[in-house]
T-cell receptor, first 112, second 116 residues
Framework: NAGVTQTPKFQVLKTGQSMTLQCAQD?????MYWYRQDPGMGLRLIYYSASEGTTDKGEVPNGYNVSRLNKREFSLRLESAAPSQTSVYFC???????????FGDGTRLSIL | AQKITQTQPGMFVQEKEAVTLDCTYD???????LFWYKQPSSGEMIFLIY??????QNATEGRYSLNFQKARKSANLVISASQLGDSAMYFCAMRETPSGTYKYIFGTGTRLKVLA
């Protein structure tokens, strides 16, 4: 019963490197989300996908791109990493309207 | 303007006592949902309780209850009979439905420490 799986769990990058964070859910949910969590700021929405084939910007989309590869998978790409993107990244998925989001365990990303 | 406000950065409570974590929200959407999540030091986000804007009664889930005051736009979490394992960060979140799609906004969280 995996739920939402994120890979990798930890990553260190150098400024300017690129990287893709992977997220997959096995709950047949339509909606998927990417958040970043910084100290004292709660979770901020980067991008979301209401259904397969659609993506929309959230509160802090600059410097990121996403791909909703299929219903299960929603990836987040950093094309040219910057130290300001050091954060913990969470992927989440959602099913019915009165149900909560299900979160992955997070990816701790450090950019030097 | 902040859409979700948690004014208590940190709280202490004695074991076995009740504690209230505050959350106020701001929205013009008549249909919205309010959620509370717990984040222990291990980092995962754990769903606790949900309240819909049209729900007539306050939500309850075991030791958790949500004190929903719609006119005051508040959705406070009440934890009864606190346990040491309740020590964690607690986030209030609101789901709005602009243009038919869901958007979530999280508060900045309250760190709760339960004292033995």
């Amino acid at each position: 019963n995996a739920g939402v799986t994120q890979t990798p769990k930890f990553q260190v990058l150098k400024t300017g490197q690129s990287m893709t964070l992977q997220c997959a859910q096995d709950m047949n949910h339509n909606s998927m989300y990417w958040y970043r969590q910084d100290p004292g700021m709660g979770l901020r929405l980067i991008y979301y996908s209401a259904s397969e084939g659609t993506t929309d910007k959230g509160e802090v989309p600059n410097g990121y791109n996403v791909s909703r590869l299929n219903k299960r998978e929603f990836s987040l790409r950093l094309e040219s990493a910057a130290p300001s993107q050091t954060s913990v990244y969470f992927c989440a998925s959602e099913g019915e309207s009165n149900q909560p989001q299900h979160f992955g365990d997070g990816t701790r990303l450090s950019i030097l | 303007a902040q859409k979700i406000t948690q004014t208590q950065p940190g709280m202490f409570v004695q074991e076995k006592e009740a504690v209230t974590l505050d959350c106020t929200y701001d929205t013009s959407d008549p249909s919205y949902g309010l959620f509370w999540y717990k984040q222990p030091s291990s980092g995962e986000m754990i769903f606790l309780i949900y309240q819909g804007s049209y729900d007539q009664q306050n939500a309850t889930e075991g030791r958790y209850s949500l004190n929903f005051q719609k006119a005051r736009k508040s959705a406070n979490l009440v934890i009864s009979a606190s346990q040491l394992g309740d020590s964690a960060m607690y986030f209030c979140a609101m789901r709005e439905t602009p243009s038919g799609t869901y958007k979530y906004i999280f508060g900045t969280g309250t760190r709760l420490k339960v004292l033995a």
